[in-house]
């Protein structure tokens, strides 16, 4: 079997493709996988160093509106186009698997001109503009969550590294809270804005430190990169009491997902899923600007109670009055917890790997 995985930008993208190609891998010894990507994306670090091998085309991200880069994307759309047609002609996979994003969008085109059947997945809950157009002329369309509006969608949930996926977070606690340096026996707040951060976040849970601390709590603070420093600032000389542990990120989120009694995330489609497989209760503060699919993204874990939605504006008040007596709330907890469990989908990858050998066979 070959296949053509389209992927790129960001994690959102990159993440799933590359759970899916670790279970693909898993099944089939002599799979010859090629991924497509850009030299600016993550993919251009986080590919090669799976041991796939990446195929570079242009970044040519559709235009949203007037201006110097409308001019500059025909041509960079004709050289990306160009370039895939070399490639599918050389490798002739049997399916291409797009995840969305700026990168798929042309494969998607290249793959429906010489006839190569597609296979979509849609990470949000509000789909993407080039899932929109790959999504009609697939044949098949995966989706992470239930009422994902395009056509012929099938939930499979969202793809994950096997460690996320089937997280025992009781059983691996005692050893993640030894290996972050956090002390045992503390609640345990998880602060996760993604790579990148999320400053609002980040403020408010500065602003909460002392009392945190005062109850008996305990903090792992993922800053997101760049943004150590100027939380340690905020922090001040007490730094939490001691009981604040700051750092930019962290690869193997297993391992705070393990040791955390709550979390204070962001909703992209990845966080939503591993924190529902995780079973762990968590405060999801949706990005206050895009085009409101991490609202989304929220909906089905926030019905089930596994979490609660505050608005991104909202956060630091909300986190004075109410975080810390949330997380000193056991039994609170443990009913969010078994209603985050309930929406769990821990196999996506497995369901997404089925559904591309019944396309490519």
């Given amino acids: 079997?070959?296949?053509?995985?389209?992927?790129?930008?960001?994690?959102?993208?990159?993440?799933?493709?590359?759970?899916?190609?670790?279970?693909?891998?898993?099944?089939?010894?002599?799979?010859?996988?090629?991924?497509?990507?850009?030299?600016?994306?993550?993919?251009?670090?986080?590919?090669?160093?799976?041991?796939?091998e990446l195929a570079i085309i242009p970044k040519a991200p559709l235009p949203r509106r007037p201006g110097a880069y409308a001019l500059r994307f025909p041509g960079l759309w004709r050289q990306a186009v160009g370039r895939l047609r070399e490639l599918m002609t050389d490798f002739e996979p049997d399916a291409v698997v797009g995840f969305g994003g700026y990168v798929a969008s042309p494969v998607y085109r290249v793959a429906a001109k010489v006839g190569v059947p597609i296979v979509v997945h849609e990470a949000?809950?509000?789909?993407?503009?080039?899932?929109?157009?790959?999504?009609?002329?697939?044949?098949?369309?995966?989706?992470?969550?239930?009422?994902?509006?395009?056509?012929?969608a099938k939930v499979v949930g969202m793809p994950l590294r096997a460690e996320l996926a089937r997280l025992d977070r009781a059983g691996a606690r005692p050893q993640a809270r030894a290996l972050l340096g956090l002390a045992p026996d503390r609640p345990t707040l998880l602060v996760a804005g993604g790579s990148l951060g999320a400053v609002n976040l980040n403020r408010g849970a500065v602003a909460v430190a002392g009392q945190l601390s005062r109850a008996g709590a305990q903090v792992l603070h993922?800053?997101?990169?760049?943004?150590?420093?100027?939380?340690?600032?905020?922090?001040?000389?007490?730094?939490?009491?001691?009981?604040?542990?700051?750092?930019?990120?962290?690869?193997?989120?297993?391992?705070a997902?393990?040791?955390?009694?709550?979390?204070?995330?962001?909703?992209?489609?990845?966080?939503?899923?591993?924190?529902?497989?995780?079973?762990?209760?968590?405060?999801?503060?949706?990005?206050?600007?895009?085009?409101g699919e991490q609202r989304l993204n929220a909906a089905g874990l926030v019905a089930a109670g596994g979490a609660i939605?505050?608005?991104?504006?909202?956060?630091?008040?909300?986190?004075?009055?109410?975080?810390?007596?949330?997380?000193t709330d056991a039994a609170r907890l443990e009913t969010?917890?078994?209603?985050?469990?309930?929406?769990?989908?821990?196999?996506?990858?497995?369901?997404?790997?089925?559904m591309i050998e019944a396309v490519a066979r």
Avoid: Q
Avoid at 37 to 47: Q, S, W
Avoid at 266 to 291: Q, T
Avoid at 309 to 327: I, Q, S, Y
Avoid at 336 to 354: C, F, S
């Fill in 336 to 354: 969010m917890a078994a209603g985050a469990a309930a929406v769990a989908i821990r196999d996506g990858a497995e369901r997404l790997a089925d």
């Fill in 222 to 255: 993922l800053t997101g990169r760049g943004k150590a420093a100027a939380v340690i600032e905020a922090l001040g000389r007490d730094g939490g009491g001691g009981h604040y542990h700051v750092r930019e990120y962290l690869a193997e989120m297993e391992l």
């Fill in 1 to 52: 079997m070959r296949l053509l995985l389209a992927g790129g930008g960001t994690f959102g993208h990159v993440g799933p493709l590359l759970a899916t190609a670790a279970e693909l891998r898993r099944r089939h010894t002599e799979l010859s996988l090629r991924v497509v990507g850009t030299a600016e994306g993550l993919e251009a670090e986080l590919v090669p160093a799976a041991g796939l």
């Fill in 124 to 152: 949000n809950a509000r789909p993407g503009l080039a899932n929109r157009w790959g999504a009609p002329r697939a044949a098949a369309v995966g989706v992470t969550f239930p009422g994902t509006d395009l056509p012929g």
């Fill in 309 to 327: 939605l505050v608005e991104d504006a909202d956060f630091a008040a909300w986190a004075g009055e109410r975080l810390t007596d949330l997380l």
């Fill in 257 to 291: 997902l393990a040791a955390a009694d709550l979390a204070v995330e962001r909703a992209g489609a990845g966080s939503v899923s591993e924190l529902a497989c995780a079973a762990l209760p968590s405060v999801l503060v949706p990005l206050a600007i895009g085009n």
